[in-house]
């Protein structure tokens, strides 16, 4: 019998439809910033160098297998500072606004920030991947449905700054679990329709270690949420510090497995900053969890 571990969704994000379930799907995480973790950042001296910059390695994710591109204007790494709302526009707007009109696959917006979202989803951004997902800010979650935009649900404890201080949870699956629900639910109340909602357990956002490989290992468990599950494991300090590797450019194995994981225990789609490596990792493990 078929493993039933992953479910089928049809998701809606502006005039594009993803089918989930049968492969997974790939988001190549474009970073519009000076201060990235990752350090892969593509921010530049002016505003044309940045675009030329994040255009080739826009156009290289796409080439390697990208269904999604995730374009971000400020870090949210632990202890990050907050960027300014004129700075992420000026960051992100150019660069959707050049590929929506150059690339065929859905553009989101990293951003939690209402005007920012605004003005991208002008620009052509058909998802708002907000990091701030609980709970969601009233006004944020207005502006997708008035765009007919679908919504990243993502979870976090306290904020970038704050995030990794006094983590503690008495029970972390049922309190993720139980805050994402709630969530879901203003969502709906808004208008928002079901079949553009997305959920993301938020690795790294207010949890340990331990949390992030419980997260992974019990991720079948917000199955009962109804909604596809996203998951950005890729280059994350979990990793190096399960690996004592402090350069997140050199975890590319550690993320492998952290995918095909997250993958088998039903991600519908990952969030990674090295496309052609995850394609592959995603067609081995989606062929072997698809196989009768």
Do not use: W
């Amino acid at each position: 019998m078929k493993d039933q571990t992953r479910r089928k969704y049809t998701l809606h994000l502006g005039d594009f439809v993803l089918d989930l379930g049968d492969q997974t799907k790939i988001m190549g995480i474009i970073n519009v910033t000076p201060d990235s973790f990752s350090q892969d950042g593509c921010l530049q001296s002016s505003v044309d160098k940045t675009i030329t910059s994040a255009e080739r390695k826009a156009r290289r994710m796409v080439r390697d297998g990208a269904d999604i591109l995730d374009i971000g204007g400020e870090s949210t790494r632990p202890g990050a500072r907050r960027v300014s709302v004129k700075d992420e526009i000026k960051r992100v707007v150019p660069l959707i606004t050049r590929l929506s009109k150059k690339i065929a696959v859905p553009i989101s917006v990293d951003t939690y920030k209402t005007e920012v979202a605004k003005h991208a989803l002008d620009a052509g951004a058909v998802i708002v991947n907000n990091i701030m997902g609980n709970p969601p800010d009233t006004a944020l979650l207005k502006m997708v449905k008035r765009y007919n935009a679908a919504v990243v649900l993502m979870h976090i404890k306290g904020t970038p700054r704050t995030m990794q201080k006094n983590i503690d949870y008495a029970d972390l699956i049922g309190e993720i679990r139980e805050s994402l629900g709630i969530a879901i639910e203003k969502c709906l109340e808004i208008g928002i329709n079901s079949d553009r909602i997305i959920i993301d357990p938020g690795i790294g956002f207010g949890k340990t270690v331990e949390d992030n490989l419980q997260i992974i290992n019990r991720l079948s468990a917000f199955n009962s949420l109804k909604k596809p599950l996203l998951m950005g494991t890729s280059r994350k300090s979990f990793i190096g510090k399960v690996l004592n590797q402090t350069d997140a450019s050199r975890r590319l194995t550690g993320t492998i497995s952290t995918v095909c994981a997250s993958i088998l225990r039903g991600a519908h789609i990952v969030r990674v900053h090295d496309v052609k490596e995850m394609k592959q990792t995603a067609l081995i493990t989606d062929a072997i969890l698809n196989k009768n």
